[in-house]
């Protein structure tokens, strides 16, 4: 169920964060620190932007 879910998905994050942190890593040695954070930063909001094209009728459908 939704406790499953919920657990794949930590799972993901926590194992993609471990295999990137050398990247992001290396890439701080290359570029600088705050280059590379500012990167990841507007990664993380242009995610965000896709948040706004989730279907919004089918959440509420199924939570309720």
């Known amino acids: 169920g939704k ?3 919920s657990s794949l998905m930590m799972g993901l994050a926590m194992g993609l964060g471990g ?3 050398p ?11 705050r280059t ?19 279907p919004e009728e089918r959440i509420r459908q199924s939570s309720g």
Do not use: H, R, W
Not at 23 to 32: H, K, N, R
């Open 23 to 33: 990247v992001v890593g290396s890439l701080a040695d290359l570029y600088s620190i």
């Open 36 to 54: 590379v954070l500012a990167g990841v930063a507007v990664i993380s909001l242009l995610c965000l932007g896709f948040v706004y094209f989730f």
């Open 3 to 5: 406790s499953m879910v």
């Open 19 to 21: 295999m990137l942190t």
